[in-house]
C-alpha cells in the first residue's frame, strides 16, 4: 500500500465510499444528503491543508485522509485529522497507515498535536485506532451526536501531542 498526496483525478474513485460512509450518518456529522460538489470541496483541501489517499498496488484507492489546522489564529498549531476508508479494503491496515501517515505528516507540517472534535462513541473500531496510535480522549460531550439506530450517544474530542 502507498500513500499520496490526493489529486483531481482521484475524486471519482473516493466519491461512492465518501457517500456511503456518511449516507448510513453513524460515524461523520456530515449531513446525511450532503451533495457531490460540497463533499467534494470539503475534503480535497488546499494548503496549508492536505488530502491524501491510500491504494493498492493497482492503484485503487483503497482510502483517504484529509489533514488541516484545527482552528485559525492563535490555535492554528493544532491539526484535526478525518479518515475514510472503503468498506470494501477494511480490516487491512488502511485506517492505521492513514493514521500513521497523517501524524508524520503534521509533524513535519510544524504542528505540535492534533485534535479529533467528533469521534462517535459508537465507532469503537475507530476509538481503539486511535488510542493505539496515542490519542486520549479528553471528554465527552454527552449526547452530542445523533446515531440512526442508537439515538443520542457521546461525542468524544481526542488528543495527541506530536
Known amino acids: 500500500m502507498q500513500i499520496r498526496e490526493a489529486t483531481a483525478a482521484d475524486w471519482p474513485a473516493i466519491w461512492p465510499f465518501f457517500r456511503t460512509i456518511v449516507e448510513a450518518g453513524d460515524t461523520y456529522s456530515y449531513p446525511r444528503d450532503l451533495d457531490e460538489a460540497t463533499a467534494r470541496e470539503m475534503w480535497m483541501l488546499r494548503a496549508p491543508g492536505h488530502t491524501a489517499v ?4 493497482d492503484g485503487t ?11 485559525m489564529g492563535g490555535a492554528a498549531h493544532i491539526a484535526n485529522g478525518s479518515y475514510m476508508v472503503d468498506p470494501r ?25 492534533m485534535q479529533f472534535n467528533a469521534v462517535v462513541e459508537t465507532n469503537t473500531r475507530a476509538i ?22 442508537k ?7 481526542m488528543y495527541r501531542r506530536l
Not at 484507492?61 to 482552528?71: D, I, M, Y
Not at 485506517?95 to 508524520?104: A, H, I, M, Q
Not at 439515538?151 to 474530542?157: A, D, F, N, S
Open 61 to 71: 484507492v483503497l482510502g483517504t485522509a484529509k489533514v488541516s489546522p484545527n482552528h
Open 54 to 57: 491510500a491504494v493498492d498496488e
Open 89 to 113: 479494503h477494511a480490516g487491512r491496515g488502511v485506517g492505521r497507515t492513514l493514521g500513521e501517515y497523517s501524524l508524520d505528516w503534521a509533524r513535519a507540517a510544524g504542528f505540535r498535536a
Open 151 to 157: 439515538g443520542y450517544v457521546g461525542l468524544h474530542i
Open 128 to 149: 481503539a485506532l486511535w488510542e493505539s496510535l496515542g490519542f486520549e480522549i479528553m471528554t465527552t460531550l454527552p449526547e452530542g451526536f445523533h446515531h440512526p439506530t
